[in-house]
């Protein structure tokens, strides 16, 4: 217990150095951010909304696809408030408590996503390679116990990690080489060995990312196999518009998470700019284009905003 407590030694916290030695690119970054934050709020709330509203989205690949916005927009509130507050009032800092809270839900937030998606490609496996035996496989139980599995696996892997890499000493160092408290920006700031750690991280991205991407793997050269045996053109055609959605997202949020990691230790200035970028990427653009990529081939979600829109219109008419 007095090891952790020693680490709580600096009385103003951490300092967030962020974008801060590139001071023209943080103006832009600022307008940028504040941009695809907003359009983020707006369009996984609209997601969450229409999922609960419109009848004919109350199906599994709704369910998981309003925990996957509803995940996104904690996911960016997290980090994004607390950057453009720094930005704006030059103070670059946060407690102890609000950094390790940081670390933690942004931590838990992105190992929950990993195993969302995973979850997502089996239901569009399910869907498309067993479509006779689908309502009776992924029933309503069946998905919620899904969805809570992911969470609970995804903040159990945060917990751990967040534990162990608050316990490491910094000896006073307290400069974090990023816009928000993270596992490797962390791990730079100890003075002592951090094998261990690197160890235990990689592994937990072995579990929680690795592992992931390969049932996803699996289950889209399934729906491959099957799609090509379609006869139908039209069918062809919405099974992979279906699924290139959920696709795309996945390269997105994997791809830039993993890359991540190849700047856990930046040695010069443009390693670092690249790294806090990719961060800056997984962490708001991915979540910003989601609700996007989810509804501009969706037919689904197009009908049920036409629905809405038509029923506000029926009724300021009526007024």
């Not at 279906?242 to 930046?266: D, E, K, N, Q, R």
Request: glycine fraction near 6%; charged fraction near 15%; proline fraction near 3%.
């Amino acid at each position: 217990m007095g090891r952790f407590n020693n680490t709580f030694s600096h009385p103003n916290g951490f300092v967030l150095v962020g974008f801060s030695e590139w001071p023209r690119l943080e103006m832009v970054l600022f307008v940028a951010v504040s941009t695809f934050y907003i359009m983020t709020l707006l369009g996984n709330s609209a997601i969450i909304f229409l999922s609960h509203l419109d009848l004919r989205l109350h199906t599994p690949m709704y369910f998981f696809l309003a925990n996957l916005s509803f995940l996104d927009l904690c996911y960016t509130t997290s980090t994004v408030p607390q950057m453009l507050v720094n930005i704006q009032s030059h103070r670059r800092s946060i407690s102890y408590t609000g950094c390790i809270a940081q670390l933690f839900v942004f931590l838990g937030l992105g190992s929950t996503e990993c195993i969302l998606l995973s979850i997502m490609a089996f239901d569009r496996y399910v869907a498309i390679c067993r479509p006779l035996h689908y309502i009776v496989i992924m029933n309503s139980r069946l998905c919620q116990q899904m969805a809570a599995v992911a969470w609970g696996t995804g903040f159990s892997n945060s917990l751990v990690q967040t534990v162990l890499t608050f316990l490491l000493p910094r000896c006073g160092q307290y400069r974090v080489e990023n816009f928000f408290c993270e596992v490797p920006a962390m791990l730079q700031l100890s003075c002592v060995d951090t094998r261990t750690n690197e160890v235990e991280m990689y592994a937990a991205v072995v579990i929680i990312k690795v592992i992931p991407v390969g049932l996803i793997l699996f289950s889209y050269i399934n729906i491959v196999r099957a799609v090509v045996g379609i006869q139908s053109t039209e069918g062809r055609k919405k099974a992979f518009n279906t699924c290139g959605s959920h696709l795309l997202v996945v390269v997105m949020f994997y791809g830039s998470a993993i890359s991540g990691y190849a700047y856990m230790a930046p040695k010069s200035n443009s390693a670092k700019l690249k790294g806090k970028l990719l961060a800056l990427f997984y962490g708001l653009v991915t979540p910003m284009l989601n609700p996007l990529i989810y509804t501009l081939r969706n037919r689904d979600v197009k009908g049920a905003v036409k629905k809405l829109l038509g029923r506000e219109e029926q009724g300021w008419s009526t007024a």
